[in-house]
T-cell receptor
Framework: NAGVTQTPKFRVLKTGQSMTLLCAQDMNHEYMYWYRQDPGMGLRLIHYSVGEGTTAKGEVPDGYNVSRLKKQNFLLGLESAAPSQTSVYFC????????????FGPGTRLTVT | DAKTTQPNSMESNEEEPVHLPCNHSTISGTDYIHWYRQLPSQGPEYVIHGLTSNVNNRMASLAIAEDRKSSTLILHRATLRDAAVYYCILRDVDNAGNMLTFGGGTRLMVKP
């Protein structure tokens, strides 16, 4: 039982390049989330999904797209990376809505030059 | 979600108890109080949550004021591994997306 895993762990992009971050969970959770964390700050929600085939916008969705084609995977895409997207990205999952705890992945550190 | 206020940082000595405060004066009746912590270079992890009564688990205790306008996370014996940023988060039971809204948290430093 690996929990929540994220690929890759580190990445450096040039401005304008695109990439996809992969999040996978093996806990059969319905809900999945993408957050970003800038230095010295708390996490901010980018997008989330309440089930396979669904996605919704969070607090800071601009410049990102997501897809949830399979229940266990949640992909975060950057179509044209900008230096403002330099951040640490965390994926999380939870079993259901309400007040269930979220389980977080180890993070992906992305630098856009 | 209602807002929480936490001190930016706190210090503790190893093996001593730590009381981390959180103010949430605008809490609603359906808000649960959650605590997460983030160890250095890791994702956040769940610590504990409660609604009205005090709660205990293997990691910590949560003491909730009678009027629910404040709460305290209690680590009974701090270890070096407890050095982390602790986030106090309010979550409405009707939060359809089960989302977390993180503030700045309290950075706990533990001295040997």
């Amino acid at each position: 039982n690996a929990g929540v895993t994220q690929t890759p762990k580190f990445r450096v992009l040039k401005t304008g390049q695109s990439m996809t971050l992969l999040c996978a969970q093996d806990m059969n959770h319905e809900y999945m989330y993408w957050y970003r964390q800038d230095p010295g700050m708390g996490l901010r929600l980018i997008h989330y999904s309440v089930g396979e085939g669904t996605t919704a916008k969070g607090e800071v969705p601009d410049g990102y797209n997501v897809s949830r084609l399979k229940k266990q995977n949640f992909l975060l895409g950057l179509e044209s990376a900008a230096p403002s997207q330099t951040s640490v990205y965390f994926c999380a999952s939870s079993i259901l809505a309400g007040t269930y705890e979220q389980y977080f992945g180890p993070g992906t550190r992305l630098t856009v030059t | 979600d209602a807002k929480t206020t936490q001190p930016n940082s706190m210090e503790s000595n190893e093996e001593e108890p730590v009381h981390l405060p959180c103010n949430h004066s605008t809490i609603s009746g359906t808000d649960y109080i959650h605590w997460y912590r983030q160890l250095p270079s890791q994702g956040p992890e769940y610590v504990i949550h409660g609604l009205t009564s005090n709660v205990n688990n293997r990691m910590a205790s949560l003491a909730i004021a009678e009027d629910r306008k404040s709460s305290t996370l209690i680590l009974h014996r701090a270890t070096l591994r407890d050095a982390a940023v602790y986030y106090c988060i309010l979550r409405d039971v009707d939060n359809a997306g089960n989302m977390l809204t993180f503030g700045g948290g309290t950075r706990l430093m533990v001295k040997p």
